[in-house]
T-cell receptor, first 114, second 112 residues
Framework: AQSVTQPDIHITVSEGASLELRCNYSYGATPYLFWYVQSPGQGLQLLLKYFSGDTLVQGIKGFEAEFKRSQSSFNLRKPSVHWSDAAEYFCAVADTGTASKLTFGTGTRLQVTL | EAGVAQSPRYKIIEKRQSVAFWCNPISGHATLYWYQQILGQGPKLLIQ????????DSQLPKDRFSAERLKGVDSTLKIQPAKLEDSAVYLC??????????FGNGTRLTVT
């Protein structure tokens, strides 16, 4: 069965600083990978997804993520964080052949200091 | 397009009581999921519907949880009787074919 590990429970960055959130997955083949963001009291919003092709994927709100098969990683990055980016971030993996049946990591809570 | 609608937003009940949550997916989305998100954890799949049929309910605690999706549109998730450990946010999500999920804002359940 697939699984996702997000090693960082909580990260604090200063506004304007760069951000990298780590995600490692376990899956037998090339998975479908996702990053979602969840603001307090809200549902999850899709930031970006990787299915195949270019290993660097661009998402909404200036986020990007890079798929590295050799490291089983799909880290999320942003060059300059804004205070409004403070939220919970979830990495998820889906079975090949479906993009909707997801297994989530435990999440990383991002705090942004001014 | 309208998003996934869930109600109620919040519910507080005592243990051993029953509770029901409602979800209206995005129009045309055949696949519907219920996820349970306990505080500090990622969402965990409870049940997957394709139209009005159950595809996967392997992680649904069937002794107390039940779900239905009559007519392949709206869905209801019920807990009876509730336990303290059922306190969580219950998220409904829908998708068209194998496209990425769209989530509702969830129902936050507190069992006292």
């Amino acid at each position: 069965a697939q699984s996702v590990t997000q090693p960082d429970i909580h990260i604090t960055v200063s506004e304007g600083a760069s951000l990298e959130l780590r995600c490692n997955y376990s899956y037998g083949a090339t998975p479908y990978l996702f990053w979602y963001v969840q603001s307090p009291g809200q549902g999850l919003q899709l930031l970006l997804k990787y299915f195949s092709g270019d290993t660097l994927v661009q998402g909404i709100k200036g986020f990007e993520a890079e798929f590295k098969r050799s490291q089983s990683s799909f880290n999320l990055r942003k060059p300059s964080v804004h205070w409004s980016d403070a939220a919970e971030y979830f990495c998820a993996v889906a079975d090949t052949g479906t993009a909707s049946k997801l297994t989530f990591g435990t999440g990383t809570r991002l705090q942004v200091t001014l | 397009e309208a998003g996934v609608a869930q109600s109620p937003r919040y519910k507080i009940i005592e243990k051993r009581q029953s509770v029901a949550f409602w979800c209206n997916p995005i129009s045309g989305h055949a696949t519907l999921y219920w996820y349970q998100q306990i505080l500090g954890q990622g969402p965990k799949l409870l049940i997957q519907f394709q139209n009005n049929g159950v595809v996967d309910d392997s992680q649904l605690p069937k002794d107390r949880f039940s779900a239905e999706r009559l007519k392949g549109v709206d869905s209801t998730l019920k807990i009876q009787p509730a336990k303290l450990e059922d306190s969580a946010v219950y998220l409904c999500a829908s998708s068209r074919d194998s496209s990425p999920l769209h989530f509702g804002n969830g129902t936050r359940l507190t069992v006292t």
